[in-house]
């Protein structure tokens, strides 16, 4: 599906600005809404470091068409996961170049309350699952693309 951010006369700094703030959650660092997000909107580029080689720690590494690596800047460095996200990374597809960017965007997909906390489903492959935290009705106990679950134990060790 193609999408394209809509125009906006503020920088995407600004724009961000005025749209989240950063606050600590129970796993470190989350961002929430400043003011409520209707569903569908843009909420603006993942902006930081494009790199070609994983960095002392990845932690913040984001994956990009091209096979290289984001490091993104705050604030959207610190959107954490949910296994019930309320929103979605998108990269921007060009219908009629049929050319693919190698920019992410963060784009909520249900409304969003000030002060309720973003978030997206990382989706990690099996071999990289760490145990999840979230808390949700529908946590599924790992940090895992739905579609390996099944490879994992039905709980994450004890401590974990």
């Known amino acids: 599906m193609a999408r394209q951010p809509a125009a906006v006369a ?8 005025r749209l989240l703030r950063i ?12 003011r409520r ?7 603006g580029e993942i902006a930081g470091e494009v790199m070609d080689e994983h960095p002392a720690d990845p932690s913040y590494c984001m994956e990009l068409p091209s096979g290289k690596l ?4 705050a604030p959207l460095r610190f959107i954490n ?37 973003l ?4 989706c990690w492959p099996a071999d990289a699952a760490i145990p999840c935290r979230c808390g ?11 579609a390996e679950r099944h490879l994992l134990p039905d709980e994450p060790p004890a401590g974990g």
Do not use: M
């Open 10 to 17: 503020e920088s995407n700094g600004d724009r961000l600005r």
């Open 23 to 34: 606050g600590s959650t129970h796993v470190g660092h989350g961002i929430f809404a400043s």
């Open 37 to 43: 997000l209707k569903s569908g909107i843009v909420i």
């Open 70 to 73: 984001l490091e993104p800047a």
């Open 81 to 117: 996961h949910s296994c019930d996200p309320n929103c979605e990374l998108f990269y921007w597809f060009d219908e009629e170049a049929s050319t693919q960017e190698d920019r992410l965007w963060l784009q909520t997909i249900r409304s969003i309350e000030p002060g309720e906390e």
């Open 119 to 122: 978030s997206i489903d990382y």
């Open 136 to 146: 949700t009705d529908h946590c599924r106990k790992w940090i895992v693309d739905p």
